[in-house]
């Protein structure tokens, strides 16, 4: 994997990388604080059983949520219960927060294990939106929920924005439901397999339809898993439906030119025709 992608470990315990990451923040934090959200438990195991981020994790979680629920509630006054839960799950999840979490370049300040250090731990995204949340829980309680809002509004409005037009991104699973249904596909069924440790595991899954697997997904937790799949999997029949589709228009079209000139070869022969009865009327 190339330098682009993966972040570089950092110096995760100076002043110098703590202003870099608050610069990014917006916030100046209480030292203590920042190290904490910083720390994830493979590195607190290897040095003695320090203080993890797991707890400013949770309350950063809670945190998340109420910002993000509170603001869909207010831009869509509209929206049933269904669609709005819906909405702040494509916003609040891990693959997203770890995608800003990249933004930030998270992966770059967090104190991790070495155990985790060689298996490219800075880029896996459990971690990263996992250190995210943390970090929020730690803005809220340095700086209060005025201050933990505006950090949530200014890194994840754009992600709000966009889930308003995703359309059947929203649920995957109910999309492909009902793609399969319309397409007289059968109903779709999902193959999980897991892998690693308790408090690590992936989990991976295969979205089958009539015997068919059209998609597969990883994630932290089963349902991310068949979500993924499940995308992979809708997006495979759509695109063939619309090929089929286009196909058939395009088949439409040929046989309605062909008709045309049909058409037009019989009227022409008739115009000739009538031309030289005319002619033989006048010889005559």
């Known amino acids: 994997m190339s330098d682009a992608t993966t972040p570089k470990r950092a110096p995760a315990d100076t002043a110098s990388s703590h202003t870099l990451l608050e610069g990014r923040l917006g916030y100046k934090l209480e ?3 920042l190290v904490r959200a910083l720390t994830h438990r493979s590195y607190a195991y290897e040095n003695g059983g320090l203080p993890t981020n797991e707890r400013l994790e949770f309350l950063g979680d809670s945190v998340l949520g109420l910002v993000v629920t509170d603001t869909l509630y207010r831009i869509h006054p509209d929206l049933p219960e269904g669609q709005l839960a819906k909405l702040r799950a494509a ?70 924005e966009k889930s308003s037009n995703l359309g059947a991104g929203l649920d995957w699973k109910t999309s492909l439901q009902e793609l ?6 059968g109903v779709p069924e999902y193959l999980v397999s897991e892998t690693g440790p308790d408090h690590e595991k992936t989990f991976t899954a295969a979205a089958r339809v009539g015997g068919v ?40 079209a040929v046989q309605a030119e062909a008709v045309d000139k049909a058409e037009a070869g019989k009227a022409e022969a008739a115009e000739q025709a009538g031309v030289e009865t005319t002619e033989a009327d006048a010889a005559s």
């Open 180 to 185: 399969t249904a319309t397409e007289g596909l």
């Open 91 to 160: 916003v609040v999840n891990s693959r997203a927060l770890a995608e800003v979490g990249r933004g930030l370049d998270l992966g770059s300040f967090i104190r991790l294990g070495r155990g985790e250090e060689g298996t490219g731990g800075r880029n896996k995204a459990s971690i990263l939106a996992d250190t995210l949340e943390a970090v929020i829980g730690a803005v809220y309680l340095d700086q209060g929920l005025e201050a933990a809002a505006e950090l949530v509004h200014r890194l994840f409005d754009p992600l709000i």
């Open 31 to 33: 030292t203590a604080l």
């Open 213 to 252: 697997a059209y998609g597969t997904g990883t994630g932290r937790s089963k349902k991310e898993a068949e979500q993924q799949a499940a995308e992979a999997a809708w997006r495979a029949i759509h695109e063939a439906a619309e090929a089929r589709t286009a196909a058939a228009a395009k088949a439409e």
